[in-house]
């Protein structure tokens, strides 16, 4: 069992930059699929992008195609989102979490991290 933990969000300013990180707590990530969600208020939790086990696919959201990008340390103890060009609806709370599919829907995921808050101002 793995159990997600999440850092580094904040407030920032539209156009600027954030880097969360979401580190392994018990284990290391290992062979688990990682991904990134985010929650709007009073809105649904939405995909943001996943890795794979192996750490050589990734894929986004269509919303943060070209601004985000999703990584990992290479022991696979840190899962880490580079947010660039923020834009004030990236605001939400986000949240880091393993499964063992490959995929964008949330529900295929069994650990989750406790989120951490972006807001980004204009």
């Known amino acids: 069992q793995v159990q997600p933990v999440e850092s580094g969000g904040g407030l920032a300013q539209a156009g600027g930059s954030l880097r969360l990180s979401c580190a392994a707590s018990?284990?290391?990530?290992?062979?688990?699929?990682m991904a990134w969600f985010r929650q709007a208020p009073g809105k649904e939790r939405t995909f943001v992008a996943a890795?794979?086990?192996?750490?050589?696919?990734?894929k986004y959201a269509d919303s943060v195609k070209g601004r985000f990008t999703i990584a990992t340390d290479s022991a696979r103890n840190t899962l880490f989102l580079q947010m660039n060009s923020l834009k004030t609806e990236d605001t939400a709370v986000y949240y880091c979490a393993a499964g063992r599919s490959y995929s964008s829907d949330y529900k295929r995921y069994d650990y989750w991290g406790q989120g951490t808050r972006v807001t980004v101002s204009s």
């Open positions: 890795i794979s086990w192996s750490s050589t696919m990734t």
């Open positions: 018990g284990r290391t990530f290992g062979d688990y699929t």
